[in-house]
């Protein structure tokens, strides 16, 4: 049973415009939630996280939102920029800092 | 260059055959992960250490696999046996647990492994 999903597989906007990632989790004894990036031969850089006793987190053009009741996490980011084509991970963490449970990722292309 | 470094970048090895990696941490992070990944899918958690104690080992990890970290520095992860199934890029994580720690996880560039 996977805990964490990213129903995207993929995803295209256009620079300059909003990108949306979403993601679902099952399991409610998560208390802490990533996001990160992955370029080919890369291995995944943190980009924002957001802990459960929140429901937003803000980092210059990134956002993550947290829906408890929903079980659902997004990135929002504004306004995208073509570097920011990557592959993006959305994660999840119990207490104490233990291992992360990983979504399969969704690949963002942004067009300039 | 203090981020975490995995070597080697890349291993091809026949069926059957044994192989070892190894992963330098941050110097100062206490707490050490190691993940796979295969194509297509997120990271698969499989071990972590705190210092050189083996925390927590999941379903995953089959008793042809075995981590150590013996002086709470590096880490080494050995494949016994190697099956076509194998293949993947290994991937090495590491964090500082300490009081005001965050959960974000700096990763290393990770050990790409063909079995044929």
């Known amino acids: 049973d996977q805990q964490v999903k990213q129903n995207s597989p993929s995803l295209s906007v256009q620079e300059g415009r909003i990108s949306i990632l979403n993601c679902d989790y099952t399991n409610s004894m998560f208390d802490y939630f990533l996001w990160y990036k992955k370029y080919p031969a890369e291995g995944p850089t943190f980009l924002i996280s957001i802990s459960s006793i929140k429901d937003k987190n803000e980092d210059g053009r990134f956002t993550v939102f947290l829906n408890k009741s929903a079980k659902h996490l997004s990135l929002h980011i504004v306004p995208s920029q073509p570097g920011d084509s990557a592959v993006y991970f959305c994660?999840?963490?119990?207490?104490?800092?233990?291992?992360?449970?990983f979504g399969d990722g969704t690949t963002l292309t942004v067009k300039p | 260059d203090t981020g975490v470094s995995q070597n080697p970048r890349h291993k091809i090895t026949k069926r059957g055959q044994n192989v070892t990696f190894r992963c330098d941490p941050i110097s100062e992070h206490n707490r050490l992960y190691w993940y796979r990944q295969t194509l297509g899918q997120g990271p698969e958690f499989l071990t972590y250490?705190?210092?050189?104690?083996?925390?927590?080992k999941s379903r995953l990890l089959s008793d042809r696999f075995s981590a150590e970290r013996p002086k709470g520095s590096f880490s080494t992860l050995e494949i016994q046996r190697t099956e076509q199934g194998d293949s993947a890029m290994y991937l090495c994580?590491?964090?500082?647990?300490?009081?005001?720690?965050?959960?974000?996880?700096?990763f290393g560039p990770g050990t790409r492994l063909t079995v044929t």
């Open positions: 994660a999840a963490s119990g207490t104490n800092a233990g291992k992360s449970t």
């Open positions: 250490f705190q210092n050189e104690a083996q925390l927590e």
């Open positions: 994580a590491s964090i500082n647990s300490g009081d005001g720690a965050t959960y974000e996880q700096y």
